[in-house]
């Protein structure tokens, strides 16, 4: 079992930056897969950026080149670095890691202002 904490969100304007970070309970080291997804208003949850253990990642086509996760083992956090944001970025940004179960945090809200 693993507890998550994300953090990092807030109010942006258009092309502007935020940092999101998710912090584990645990060491992280043993969790194969960790990432994010987000959920805007009347929409569904939608996938954002996974990270494996080795290192490989996965993005959703609508955020590649603009957005980098990363995982810091040694500080049980992953980050989600996001850049050029847009309007449609807007959304509660969720942190899960996939073991026997999905974990998940509660969610920290980006809202992107034209």
């Known amino acids: 079992q693993v507890q998550l904490v994300e953090s990092g969100g807030g109010l942006v304007q258009a092309g502007g930056s935020l940092r999101l970070s998710c912090a584990a309970s645990?060491?992280?080291?043993?969790?194969?897969?960790m990432g994010w997804y987000r959920q805007a208003p009347g929409k569904q949850r939608e996938l954002v950026a996974v990270?494996?253990?080795?290192?490989?990642?996965n993005y959703a086509d609508d955020v590649k080149g603009r957005f980098t996760i990363s995982r810091d083992n040694a500080e049980n956090t992953v980050y989600l670095q996001m850049n050029s944001l847009k309007p449609e970025d807007t959304a509660v940004y969720y942190c899960?890691?996939?073991?026997?179960?999905?974990?998940w945090g509660l969610g920290t809200q980006v809202t992107v202002s034209s």
């Open positions: 899960v890691a996939v073991m026997n179960y999905n974990y």
């Open positions: 645990k060491s992280i080291f043993s969790i194969n897969t």
């Open positions: 990270m494996f253990r080795g290192g490989s990642t």
